[in-house]
C-alpha cells in the first residue's frame, strides 16, 4: 500500500500563501497521478490540482488556476502545492492522492490512496 505524507497546512491570512507537500512511499512509480484534493465541512471532496507523474501534464481546478501551482520532485516521489492569494473560501481539509489516471474534471472516485489530510484556514 502506497503510504503518503503530508505537511505545509496551517492558518493564513487572505492574500497569504501556503506551501503544502506530499511525500510517498517508493511504490508510486505504479501510479500515473498524484494530486491534491480539498473538503470542506458539509462539502463534497473537491479535485485541486493534479499533476501526471511521468510527463508532468497538469490539472487545475478553475477555482485555483492562476493561484495555485502543483509541482513535482520525480526523484523524492514527493509533489507540492504552492497556494498564493488563499481565499477564505479556500479553507479546507486538503488531502494528498494517487490514483492511475488523472480525470477531467478530477474525480475522488479514482483515487487509490489518500494522505491523512492537512487543515488549511484562511480568515482574517
Known amino acids: 500500500q502506497v503510504q503518503l505524507a503530508e505537511s505545509g497546512g496551517g492558518s493564513v491570512l487572505p492574500g497569504g500563501s501556503l506551501r503544502l507537500s506530499c511525500t510517498a512511499s517508493?511504490?508510486?512509480?505504479?501510479?500515473?497521478?498524484m494530486g491534491w484534493f480539498r473538503q470542506a465541512p458539509g462539502m463534497e471532496r473537491e479535485g485541486v490540482a493534479a499533476?501526471?507523474?511521468?510527463?508532468?501534464?497538469?490539472l487545475y481546478a478553475d477555482s485555483v488556476k492562476g493561484r495555485f501551482t502543483i509541482s513535482q520532485d520525480k526523484t523524492k516521489n514527493t509533489i507540492f502545492l504552492q497556494m498564493n492569494s488563499l481565499q477564505p473560501e479556500d479553507t479546507a481539509m486538503y488531502y494528498c492522492a494517487v490514483s492511475s489516471y488523472c480525470p477531467t474534471p478530477l474525480s475522488a472516485r479514482v483515487v487509490t490512496y489518500w494522505g491523512q489530510g492537512t487543515q488549511v484556514t484562511v480568515s482574517s
Open positions: 499533476i501526471y507523474t511521468s510527463g508532468d501534464k497538469i
Open positions: 517508493e511504490d508510486t512509480y505504479r501510479q500515473k497521478c
